[in-house]
Every structure is written in structure tokens, then in C-alpha cells.
């Protein structure tokens, strides 16, 4: 189900437009409305929400971590420290701990290509823990507790830690026979974080998945998924069967090649890509854009959805929050 698109992690660059000609300001229609444009000041490459939706984290191509105010777009943190500064490597994702009694405030867990795996107590800027893993990490996310959490990069592994010691768990093997899975690389994280099988029990077979865009709806029965091609890019399966159910249409717009796509309640989708740069809300009852951040500075790389249904969606340097008619 997982797919890497080069043989190392290659991080996305300016786009051919001069910084001159870049502009913050994208077209957006339909059912969003534009809550802030935020200029991070370097390239992003992902985003994420807190528990509550009160504030939101953008991950840097340098390695820091910006925290802002959902509510008026002002910066409260930046998270970085000696290693990550020094080394300068990319933050490939982020995923807050669910709140619990055992800390106070936020937390939030942070993997780099350098194979870093790192953990923020956000007020205090204090990075709590650090693991260095034995290849590029892309990927990390805990379970429902915070009990527990899993990583993914470079290679076929995906590891499983215990969250209070840090020591690990399992590590999870491809599995053996016709089809082997996950042996390249994992991109995806699974935010639901269901029961892991070993050996893998399911597979899907097509999708060339380069970033956070895989995604469970709320019944468990279906799976979205966004590739970054030409051709089908975002299709929808039977998680019981691994039968594809449909191929959702591209926006009259033009083609974008997905990187980033999220089910959104029951009746919507959210996807974001290159090519051409957009990020669509997509009513699934009609099957067409009902929503559409548009002539963006560059590729959508991530997206995320708060619980009070506001997007964010990263393009360039810019982190763009959209109001969406929907909540999670």
C-alpha cells in the first residue's frame, strides 16, 4: 500500500517561477473561505494541527518547526535545536500526542531525513526526547492512547516504540510470498492506527502513494488514496476486499498529481498536488470540486484538518487556513 517515488528522499525546490513572480495571494472559490496566509520564510513540507484546533505546525525544509495561533495567524513557537539546526535536515512529519494526564500542554512528535525521531513539549520548546534511527524516518504517529508509536522511512521496517521508554516494540517485516508489501518506503501514517498484523494480511496494488495520502473513513470500510501521476490519482477501495470502488474525476481545472488527501466527514474529500497546484474540497455525493484553493505558488505537499473543519495546506513557503463547511 505504500509506494516511494525515488531511490532517496528528494526534497522539493523552488519552483521555475523567480521568487519575484511568486505570489501569497492563491484564487480561492466555492465552499472555503481564506482565514490567513502565513509566509513561514522557507519551503514547508508538513502540517499539523493540534488536539483542540487552536493552533497549527508547519515543518520546514531547514528542520524547525513554527507553531501559529489558528485564531489570528501569529507565530507562538519555533522548535529547534543544536542538532537540528546544525544538521539542517527536513522535518518530514509531525503528529501531536493525545492529551492525558501523564503531561501538560502540547506534544508533538517529529521525524527528519536524517532518521531523527524527536519529541516537543511545544510552551517550553524542549525537546523531550531524541532517537536517531538507522535510515531516513518519514513518518511517525501514535495510537488513540499515546501509548504507543510507530515509524516509518527508508527500507521495509516499520518500527513500534513503547512512548513512555522509547524502546521498541516490534519491528514489522514485509511479508513473504506472491506480494510483499511496504519494502520501499512508507510515506503514509495511519492516524487511526489499527490493529498492525505481521504478516500483512491485505494489499492494494496500484496506487503510487509519495506523501501523507492514504486515508480511512470513519466506518473503517473504505480507503482513499492519491497518487502522484497523470492517470487516476485519486481512487477509492474496499478496505474488506481491496476491490477498487471508483476513480474520482479530475477538476475541469486541469490534472494535479496528488501528494496529500484526507476523507472530511462523511460526504467530502480534501486533496492537494503539483502540476497543476491546487487543493479541492470534493463533494462525494456529486463527485466534482465544491471548493478549490487555486493558482498557488507551488505543489501542496501536505494537508491537515483541524476538529473544528478548518484546512491547512502548505504551498511553498506559505501555510494557507481555509474554513471548510464541515467538521471532522
Known sequence: MQSGRRGR???PGPSNATQDSITSSPSISGDLRLLH?????????CCQFNNDGTRVAAGLRTGAIKVYSVNDGSLHHILADNETTSLGLPTTSMHFMPRGPAHNGDVILTTYSGGKVKLWHVSTRTCVRTITEDRQTFMACFNHSGSKFVTGGAGPGIYM??????DKLENFLPSFGPYKHHILYVFYHFCSF???????????SGPHI??????IDKTGTQILTGSWRRHNTLQIWDAETCAKIMDIPEDFRGHS?????HFLGADYIVAGGSRNNLCRLIDRRILMSTGVLNDLPGGVYSTHISC???????SNNFLYLAQ???KP
Not at 161 to 166: G, K, L, R, S
Open 194 to 204: 489499527p490493529p498492525l498484523l505481521c504478516p500483512s494480511c491485505r494489499h492494494i
Open 9 to 11: 528522499l528528494s526534497v
Open 308 to 314: 473544528r473543519g478548518v484546512l491547512a495546506a502548505t
Open 257 to 261: 498529481q496528488i501528494y496529500t488527501c
Open 210 to 215: 509519495c506523501g501523507d495520502a492514504m486515508s
Open 37 to 45: 496566509t502565513i509566509d513561514c520564510g522557507d519551503q514547508l513540507l
Open 324 to 326: 471548510t463547511p464541515v
Open 161 to 166: 516504540y513503547d512512548a513512555q521508554t522509547w
